[in-house]
């Protein structure tokens, strides 16, 4: 997300699967510490961390041809993270990531049409307005 709020028009998942120390890894450059869509358990199973979801809300709500539009966002938590979409139908997306640490409250406003919304730490929400 943090990519697309600094003007970028895609992104990346470069590792989709990953084991739980996060590798494999190379030697000679590239990302140490970055962790898969997927984290794959040592007895076979496996984890969908928040990227994955996250790649679940914006292809199913950001359509082709959205741009991405400034939000007012004041007083967020540390590690919530928020983009903002308008897509060619007039329908206007919100994607938020929580990494804080902890449940957060926060107030959502479109317009006339405000609400409060409570959302789990390690989650991703989207919220559209038409």
Same mark, same amino acid.
């Given at each position: ?12 998942m ?15 450059g590239?990302?140490?510490?970055c ?24 292809? =199913? ?8 539009i ?6 967020w ?13 007039g329908? =206007? ?11 957060? =409250?926060y107030?959502?406003r479109?317009?006339?049409? =405000? ?8 989650s991703?929400v ?5």
């Amino acid at each position: 997300m943090a990519s697309v709020n600094r003007g970028s028009k895609n992104f990346v998942m470069w590792n989709l699967a990953l084991n739980e120390k996060n590798g494999p890894t190379t030697t000679t450059g590239g990302c140490q510490n970055c962790r898969g869509v997927v984290t794959i358990k040592a007895d076979g199973t496996y984890l969908r961390n928040e990227e994955y979801y996250l790649l679940g809300h914006f292809s =199913k709500l950001v359509r082709l041809g959205a741009v991405r539009i400034k939000n007012s966002s004041t007083n967020w938590a540390q590690g919530l993270t928020v983009s903002t979409f308008l897509n060619t139908d007039g329908t =206007k997306v919100a994607v938020i990531m929580n990494r804080s640490g902890a449940k957060q =409250k926060y107030n959502i406003r479109c317009g006339n049409r =405000k609400f409060m919304y409570e959302q789990y730490d390690e989650s991703v929400v989207s919220f559209i307005f038409k």
